[in-house]
């Protein structure tokens, strides 16, 4: 089986269109339908998912995804965390709780919002073990070995995290990287990076600040996601140079 990461959903917080059908000024184009962030890494048989976002039972039916081992998650938000309910069906499959790692900050506020994913309530067995994970962690599934370096992130008033494996990178929700986390965003063959929209925001990265992060850690290639509704498809893939692409649901590539 090949090693495969795939970005499972690439919008923003309302996804587009929004509830209200609003689209902003995208085109009628399948790869501006787009459900919230969130990511899958499939390394041998060992199946990895980055957050639960509220769109995640679609997004695994979509991409056929049908086993999960283990989850990590960058940052408490909702649109991060909130399908996290619809793990139910891996605990029972697995007959193990599902591990999730995340910062400190990350896995308290999960536990305190999904308190019964962590410990039993009204006869419901937990499903998950939370890991606190501060540097460099494994997982682990028959022979295969998937080694994972956490990394500190701004994203307005909060740290997320970005993860760094096998030469990928990927940061969902930011918009500043800390000196120290610089480090790890070097040499790599793939940098997945938010892009929120074309102005300034408080906690996202625009489409000029993400160009300049990427100019700055030149990676083989380079993804925009946590797309909002004012950058069409059509519209980044022509005014993008060739080793940056416009994510779009169910785009994958093999390393």
């Known amino acids: 089986m090949k090693n495969k990461f795939t970005i499972l959903g690439c919008g923003s917080s309302l996804g587009s269109p929004w509830i209200t059908n609003y ?3 995208l085109k009628n184009n399948p790869k501006n339908f787009r459900t919230r962030c969130c990511a899958h890494i499939q390394y041998g048989d060992l199946s990895v998912l980055i957050d639960t976002s509220p769109d ?4 695994f039916l979509k991409n056929k995804i049908k086993s999960l081992d283990a989850i990590i998650y960058t940052h408490e938000h909702a649109d991060q965390t909130s399908g996290i309910f619809e793990m139910r069906p891996f605990f029972w499959m697995n007959k193990n709780k599902i591990p999730v790692y995340g910062s400190k900050r990350t896995i308290k506020a999960l536990k305190s919002k999904y308190t ?3 410990i ?3 006869g419901y067995q937990p499903i998950m073990k939370a890991n606190i994970v501060n540097k460099k962690f494994k997982i682990v599934k028959n022979n ?3 080694s994972i370096k956490p990394f500190d992130v ?3 008033m909060i740290n997320a995290t ?3 494996f096998e030469k990928i990178a990927y940061i969902s929700d930011c918009n500043k990287i800390p000196s120290e986390s610089f480090k790890n965003l070097y040499d790599l063959e793939y940098l997945v990076v938010d892009c929120l929209k074309k102005s300034k925001h408080p906690s996202h990265f625009n489409l000029n600040e993400a160009l300049e992060l990427i100019k700055l850690v030149k990676p083989t290639k380079a993804i925009l996601t946590n797309l909002h509704t004012d950058l069409d498809y059509n519209y ?3 005014k993008l140079p060739k080793n940056i692409l416009p994510a779009y649901d169910g785009l994958s590539f093999n390393f």
């Open 23 to 25: 689209k902003g000024q």
């Open 116 to 118: 019964f994913c962590f």
């Open 144 to 146: 295969k070995t998937l």
């Open 162 to 164: 970005g993860y760094l």
């Open 56 to 59: 995640i039972k679609s997004q």
């Open 236 to 238: 980044l893939r022509k």
């Open 154 to 156: 701004v994203h307005g």
């Open 120 to 122: 039993p309530r009204h």
